[in-house]
Structure formats: C-alpha cells, structure tokens
C-alpha cells in the first residue's frame, strides 16, 4: 500500500493553510506565497516539507512540482 502524499506543493501548502489557522504570520505567509508559485527553490522546497512533517500531514510526492 502506499502512503499518502500531496501531489504538488499547491495542494500541501493548501492543505495546512486550511487545518491550521492558527499558525504564525511568517509562515502563513510563505504557504500563500507557496500557493501560487509555479516553482519551489530547494529551499522553499525543504522548507515546506518540514512544516507537514511537524504539523503531521503526509510529505509531497517524488517530485512534488505541477
């Protein structure tokens, strides 16, 4: 069975916008900048992938890009 994973980074960062509305200004605001970002740098990439990992929401797929 395989586990779960956002296809794209649009869909992660969509998805801990909307079951964590407390989270901080900063970080809010780099997940709406993530929303609509074609691209990801490895960064921001890596970056996006802690926060799932720490608010316990599945990682991106390989690739995890549109």
Known sequence: MTEHTFPNHRTAALALLS????LPHKTAGFLGHVCVALELSAKQRDWLVKLLDRNGLPSLAKGGGL
């Open 19 to 22: 079951q964590f509305p407390d």
